[in-house]
């Protein structure tokens, strides 16, 4: 079966959510929005591109810190509303705080939280003071 | 630190997306939402609860299945507006198709779709001609 883009549901803003998860590690890095062109430039550049809701405008993940996910696979979801992306996580890190993984705020049974992993980089350093 | 459950950001329908990944596996079978009360219900009884949108309800993951979602970790991300559960998944499908994963859809390089996985249930079975 052909993919054909119109099978997957966008919400009423234009947008599908994206996991993406790290194809060697299967840590899971982050979730962000895609609209219908940054699927489109996802699939043809070979590099995983988002849509941001604050800035509303299209943005490639790691343009600032280089630290780009290089796309893997491809799939969405039994209801087409939600699309799983693996991807190669250049850098080591996803989240822009450093961590691998944006997911690093643990809430453990005792109702503490804790963060998990290692900072990776340092942000300033990354994206310079601010 | 002490978890404060209103450090998470919920969406204008008072809803935070989840995304479920397998804990042995690592596999991510599911994304769906959560209202506040999903959250405290998960915590409280150490199975995966949502907020169905289409149905304006909640409900518990496996609740005519039986195919429950046990809770065996609980991460939010740098933006406190996702949530990532680790989980248990009783029956070995988290899919309503059958399958292991929701994510089974997959997109290939050539712009073709294959389903990926084999069915662990017959859906008919499980929930009833319809």
Redesign the interface.
């Known amino acids: 079966?052909?993919?054909d883009m119109e099978v997957l549901k966008y919400n009423e803003a234009g947008l599908i959510?994206a996991?993406v998860?790290e194809v060697t590690t299967?840590?899971?890095l982050?979730?962000a929005w895609m609209n219908r062109q940054a699927v489109e430039k996802t699939?043809s550049t070979g590099e995983v591109w988002f849509y941001s809701r604050s800035r509303q405008k299209m943005w490639k993940k790691g343009e600032t810190s280089g630290h780009v996910q290089k796309l893997k696979?491809?799939?969405?979801?039994?209801?087409?509303d939600?699309l799983?992306v693996l991807a190669e996580q250049v850098g080591g890190a996803a989240?822009?705080?450093g961590?691998s993984s944006?997911?690093?705020?643990?809430?453990?049974p005792d109702?503490?939280?804790?963060v998990?992993g290692e900072q990776q980089f340092n942000p300033a350093e990354v994206y310079g003071k601010q």
Chains 1, 2 share one sequence.
């Open positions: 079966m052909q993919f959510p996991i998860q299967r840590e899971v982050m979730l699939l696979g491809l799939y969405y979801d039994c209801d087409a939600t799983l989240c822009h705080e961590y944006c997911f690093h705020n643990k809430v453990n109702g503490t939280v804790t998990e």
